[in-house]
């Protein structure tokens, strides 16, 4: 957020706070998520962030665990197939996870994963997220009759695919991409 953005003076509950700390860490990493700047940028007092945290670290904890339940909660909800069509929901995993489209959600996990390089707390809520991500993936691919070690294989690629295309601004690499993306997620959720 930029000062010239500054809002007009309103209570900010505790979940404003969270919310306007995302954004901030989305735009300039965790370093900042400062008070001082989040209070400014919204025209209130450090006081009402004294209100509802006890101190930044407070802040950190209450971010980190934020972003971990939404996107658990969003791999839950994207990974929920009915019996039958597990491939067609890896494919649509592929496709969600892998758009381009996303960009504020791709630079909060850049900025999520760069905070977990130097921070412990940070690294453990990042694992958890991966894990569950795979852990997720491997199910749907165990349901369609894939032994365990191929599962966890498989799951492996398609997070390693949708994280790294979606990355790179390969758009103009070939007219056909769309077509090259397609037969990679067939690849990947092949019998």
């Known amino acids: 957020m930029k000062s010239e953005k500054t809002r007009p003076r309103a209570p900010l509950d505790r979940s404003g706070w969270i919310e306007a700390a995302i954004e901030v860490l989305a735009e300039q990493g965790v370093q900042g998520m400062r008070i001082e700047v989040l209070a400014k940028n919204f025209g209130v007092t450090k006081g009402s962030f004294y209100w509802h945290f006890k101190d930044r670290q407070d802040l950190f904890n209450a971010v980190l665990q934020t972003w971990r339940d939404g996107r658990i909660r969003d791999i839950h909800k994207q990974s929920v197939a009915a019996p039958g069509l597990e491939r067609e929901q890896l494919l649509h995993l592929i496709d969600v ?30 694992e958890e997220v991966d894990t569950w991500r795979l852990e997720c993936t491997r199910k749907l691919f165990v ?8 599962a966890k294989s498989r799951s492996l690629l398609l997070y390693a695919y949708v994280f790294g295309q979606s990355l790179m601004a390969c758009e103009r690499y070939d007219p056909g991409i769309a077509d090259f993306k397609r037969w990679i997620a067939e690849l990947i959720v092949r019998e």
């Open 143 to 150: 349901a369609r009759g894939v032994s365990e070690s191929e």
């Open 97 to 126: 996870y892998g758009a381009t489209r996303n960009r504020k959600g791709i630079s909060i996990e850049l900025a999520v994963r760069e905070w977990a390089r130097r921070d412990a707390e940070a690294a453990a809520v990042v």
